[in-house]
């Protein structure tokens, strides 16, 4: 059974540029969240997307968005990018119930000059 | 919002010894959660408490879900090389499942040969 999937690995943005980021969840799982990691703030939820809607949302800018589409493969995207976007945008599958465990993918790490 | 204090922030130490971390928060909580990041990859799922005062082992792991709610404690023992990364604990948001994490600001863990 195939894992979390994140592309690409690693990107590299000039401020004021846009980025969008994928994640193929586990098949059979609905439930994708995106998390942001950085050495400041650590992991923090940005949002949940089921069903091709955001379910929950975190305290992140409007210029953080995402999206799901009808294979529950999800993409975030970032408008105008700022220094501080710089982090490791981490994903994590689950099945969208109950359920307390949630599996992540190695992550995209950002890097924005 | 909810805020977990994770501690120590850092450890270094020798292989074979035995390691100790711990989480506080002042909400109480229905589960407590331990991840383990490796360099370069999303947290795994070590081991999950749902009961208060509940005592679970996962190899030289062991984890206890502390009586008062607001609190919990990752052990190792013994020690080895691959026990080196990050360690967190975390708890569900306020869906009360997987798909909306709240983590501790994380524990470095280093162990020298």
């Known amino acids: 059974k195939a894992g979390v999937t994140q592309t690409p690995r690693y990107l590299i943005k000039t401020r004021g540029q846009q980025v969008t980021l994928s994640c193929s969840p586990i098949?059979?799982?609905?439930?994708v969240s995106w998390y942001q990691q950085t050495p400041g703030q650590g992991l923090q939820f940005l949002f949940e997307?089921?069903?091709?809607?955001?379910?929950n949302k975190g305290n992140f800018p409007g210029r953080f968005s995402g999206r799901q589409f009808s294979n529950s493969r999800s993409e975030m995207n970032v408008s105008t990018l700022e220094l501080g976007d710089s982090a490791l945008y981490l994903c994590?599958?689950?099945?969208?119930?109950?359920?307390?465990?949630?599996?992540f993918g190695q992550g995209t790490r950002l890097t924005v000059v | 919002g909810q805020q977990l204090n994770q501690s120590p922030q850092s450890m270094f130490i020798q292989e074979g010894e035995d390691v100790s971390m711990n989480c506080t928060s002042s909400?109480?909580?229905?589960?407590w959660l331990w991840y383990k990041q490796d360099p370069g990859e999303g947290p795994v799922l070590l081991i999950a408490?749902?009961?208060?005062?509940e005592l679970t082992s996962n190899g030289r792991l062991t984890a206890q879900f502390g009586i008062t709610r607001k609190d919990s404690f990752l052990n190792i023992s013994a020690s080895i090389p691959s026990d080196v990364g990050i360690y967190f604990c975390?708890?569900?948001?306020?869906?009360?499942?997987?798909?909306?994490?709240?983590f501790g600001s994380g524990t470095q863990l280093t162990v020298l040969p």
């Open positions: 994590a599958s689950s099945t969208g119930g109950g359920e307390t465990e949630a599996f």
């Open positions: 098949s059979g799982h609905r439930s």
């Open positions: 997307y089921f069903s091709e809607t955001q379910r």
């Open positions: 909400s109480i909580f229905n589960t």
């Open positions: 408490l749902y009961k208060a005062g």
């Open positions: 975390a708890v569900p948001g306020k869906t009360g499942s997987a798909r909306q994490l709240t």
